[in-house]
């Protein structure tokens, strides 16, 4: 296993807030327009573009620009590399 602590560190930082990790579980049905993830929040445009922004820079998310909108969905790469982190630290618990 490759052990990129810098990368898994981006990705629990990005994750240490309520806020973002419910976007992450929003995206996890698909695509989504950052319109209809602000319309779930009781936050400003420019507060939901810092989440994104740190979802988006940890590797966890990724964003295309469609007309005037962006839309958002999961990095399956970097969800996988972290899960492959966690299921190894698991079977490595002595049980």
């Not at 240490?16 to 579980?25: A, N, S």
């Not at 209809?36 to 998310?61: A, R």
Request: charged share 25%; glycine share 4%.
């Amino acid at each position: 296993m490759n052990k990129n602590y810098k990368q898994y560190t981006q990705f629990m930082k990005a994750l240490g807030d309520e806020t973002r990790v419910k976007i992450l579980d929003m995206l996890s049905c698909g695509e989504l327009c950052a319109c209809n993830i602000l319309e779930e929040f009781h936050i400003t445009q420019p507060t939901l573009s810092y989440h994104m922004k740190i979802l988006s820079e940890s590797g966890l998310i990724k964003s295309r620009k469609d007309g005037i909108w962006m839309k958002y969905s999961i990095n399956k790469d970097s969800l996988d590399l972290l899960t492959d982190f966690f299921e190894k630290i698991s079977n490595n618990i002595q049980k």
